[in-house]
């Protein structure tokens, strides 16, 4: 077993008690096993869950072995622990790298990628500036004014005959602002 081999399983199989996980690996180192078209890959990821009902999922001490579906057909995997270099969970979205383990040429482009995010002066750049605050509504306290006594309450006009319906009938219902095309 190589010497991340433990902490490499005891991390896949506290992951797959979650659900679904994701392992990358080199295909081309020995002892890998995946169906001959992939076999030349550096940076191969497989799907790995107990939800798909793998009749043979193995996490042991050598590596992880399972059959999968590839294009519809099924074939038996096998990855031993050095050639996997990441484990990354469906579930939470964390994940682990393990440099050690990965192809050179997965990791040369993964600093070159680093690499291009990072200005090239040496200066620092000034921090964006926070965000404006959002102004923020003023809540006050609305005071009703005391409406006095009806008996003190000046008499109201009475409403003239063009200016609206008699209150013993109901109001016009309104038409609805949405109308229905075909």
């Known amino acids: 077993m190589d010497k991340k081999g433990p902490e490499k399983k005891a991390r896949l199989l506290a992951e797959l008690d979650k659900g679904m996980v994701m392992i990358c690996l080199d295909a081309r180192r020995p002892g890998v096993l995946v169906p001959p078209s992939l076999r030349t890959e550096a940076y191969l990821r497989l799907n790995l869950s107990y939800r798909f009902d793998p009749p043979d999922l193995t996490v042991g001490e050598w590596g992880v072995r399972c059959t999968l579906s590839f294009s519809g057909s099924r074939f ?3 990855v031993p622990w050095s050639a996997l270099f990441a484990i990354t969970s469906q579930v939470t979205r964390e994940e682990w790298v393990y440099p050690d383990d990965m192809p050179p040429e997965v990791l040369q482009q993964l600093m070159l990628t680093s690499k291009a995010s990072i200005p090239e ?3 620092e750049q000034p921090a964006a500036p926070a965000p404006a605050e959002r102004p923020r509504a003023v ?3 609305v005071v009703l004014q ?5 008996e003190e309450a000046p008499a109201a006009p009475a409403p003239a005959a063009t200016e609206g319906p008699p209150k013993d009938e109901p109001p016009t219902p309104r038409r609805g602002h949405l109308r229905l095309v075909k």
Request: a neutral charge; charged letters at 30%.
């Open 121 to 123: 002066t040496g200066a």
């Open 146 to 150: 005391e409406q006095p006594p009806a």
């Open 76 to 78: 038996k995997v096998a």
């Open 139 to 141: 809540l006050r306290e």
